[in-house]
């Protein structure tokens, strides 16, 4: 069975421009979660989706945006991309909405933003 | 704010010996706690978790400890392997109502030496 897929696996992106990074989750699984990981740190949380509604959103500005498709797949968009948002993003997907269960994830999507 | 922390971002062992990495988490409402093991280029993989109703959680080689009374978290591998070398992270659910957000802390580098 394939793991939690994301698209692109690298990108570049220049100051200002916008990106959308796909996730597609594990089959059966509902639930999306995306988190932000900077070189060096611990990934930390951007967004939560579960049946196609936002569950939760982390300390994110609102250039942060995303959304869960009738067949669970995700997509997270950054707009006015700045230096600092160069950083792994990582998909996680799981069966549950709540607490409980193995959040699964993917390999992320490495942006650089020059 | 709220933030779960690890006492040393670095840990060095012989293998064949046991490896503990300490973990400290400062929100006494967190209910979950995971520990993932992230390789390089990867993205972070579960290894155990363990509710706040428990105290210990035993996995093959993997061994969880919890002391609420100290909001401590520690990861115990037993015979470790060279495959174990790898960024460990502690995680916590600090919101039950809205579970996968997780919190992570800064990771600590365990590396096995021949």
């Known amino acids: 069975d394939a793991g939690v897929t994301q698209s692109p696996t690298h990108l570049i992106k220049t100051r200002g421009q916008q990106v959308t990074l796909r996730c597609s989750p594990i089959?059966?699984?509902?639930?999306v979660s995306w988190y932000q990981q900077v070189l060096g740190q611990g990934p930390q949380f951007i967004f939560q989706?579960?049946?196609?509604?936002?569950?939760g959103r982390g300390n994110f500005p609102d250039r942060f945006s995303a959304r869960q498709f009738p067949n669970y797949s995700s997509e997270l968009n950054v707009n006015a991309l700045l230096l600092g948002d160069s950083a792994l993003y990582l998909c996680?997907?799981?069966?549950?909405?709540?607490?409980?269960?193995?959040?699964?994830f993917g390999e992320g999507s490495r942006l650089t933003v020059l | 704010g709220e933030s779960v922390g690890l006492h040393l971002p670095t840990l060095s062992v012989q293998e064949g010996d046991n490896s503990i990495i300490n973990c400290a988490y400062s929100?006494?409402?967190?209910?979950?706690f995971i520990w993932y093991k992230q390789e390089s280029g990867k993205g972070p993989q579960f290894i155990i978790d363990?509710?706040?109703?428990?105290d210990k959680r035993q996995g093959q080689r993997v061994t969880v400890l919890l002391n609420k009374t100290v909001k401590h978290l520690s990861l115990q591998i037993a015979a470790t392997q060279p495959g174990d070398s790898a960024v460990y992270f502690c995680?916590?659910?600090?919101?039950?109502?809205?579970?996968?957000?997780?919190?992570f802390g800064s990771g600590t580098q365990l590396t096995v030496l021949p």
């Open positions: 089959s059966g699984h509902k639930s």
């Open positions: 995680a916590e659910n600090t919101d039950p109502g809205s579970a996968r957000q997780l919190t």
């Open positions: 363990i509710r706040s109703n428990m």
């Open positions: 989706y579960y049946e196609k509604e936002e569950r």
């Open positions: 996680a997907s799981s069966l549950l909405s709540g607490a409980g269960g193995e959040l699964f």
């Open positions: 929100n006494s409402a967190s209910d979950y």
